[in-house]
């Protein structure tokens, strides 16, 4: 049964599809610090539910922003 909902587009998935922002403190750049700051701009928790295109589409964002504010 598909449900889970991802909280950017809606849609329903398994909930064994479920990615949450805490899978980027395993990233290198940006720091987990700043992506959480960055986050909590953005409405969004270590808590909420995204399908694995919206949180791709939020790994891109977010690193986007960092190049930026690295400058
Ligand atoms: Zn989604």
Redesign the pocket.
């Known amino acids: 049964m598909k449900n889970a909902q ?1 909280k ?4 329903k998935f398994y909930e064994k599809n479920i990615y949450t922002i805490q899978q980027f403190q395993y990233r290198k750049e940006p720091t987990y610090k700043w992506s959480l700051e960055f986050f909590k701009k953005l409405d969004i928790s270590e808590w909420d539910s ?2 694995e ?2 949180i791709t589409y939020y790994s891109k964002k977010s690193k986007d922003a960092w190049e930026k504010f690295k400058i």
């Open positions: 991802c950017k587009c809606l849609n995204f399908c295109q919206c």
